[in-house]
Nanobody, 118 residues
């Protein structure tokens, strides 16, 4: 059974930091592109960042220079370090695992709430 479990969300003041984790099980983690998406109330889900390897990452323009995505293949876990948070970053953050190796597969976590407010 595939599981993606996010953690690390919460309430933080503007300018603060949070680190999200996505612990996976039931997948061959290294063959998956890991992504973080977010969805704010009334808005579509959007890609925040994705990682294939440490040298192959992708970021939304709105988070470049503030967020860092990483992965630990030995722990089958992906991370999103979020710095200089602002209220526009408030959303539910979802972890995604995607691969086209063999056949296309997509898995999602349940989401973790991030609220940036003073």
């Amino acid at each position: 059974q595939v599981q993606l479990v996010e953690s690390g969300g919460g309430l933080v003041q503007p300018g603060g930091s949070l680190r999200l984790s996505c612990a996976t099980s039931g997948i061959i983690f290294p063959i998956y592109t890991m992504g973080w998406y977010r969805q704010a109330p009334g808005k579509q889900r959007e890609l925040v960042a994705s990682i294939i390897s440490a040298s192959n990452t992708n970021y939304a323009d709105s988070v470049k220079g503030r967020f860092t995505i990483s992965r630990d293949n030995a722990r089958a876990t992906a991370y999103l370090q979020m710095n200089s948070l602002n209220p526009e970053d408030t959303a539910v953050y979802y972890c995604n695992a995607h691969t086209t190796f063999g056949r296309a597969r997509d898995y999602w976590g349940q989401g973790t709430q991030v609220t940036v407010s003073s």
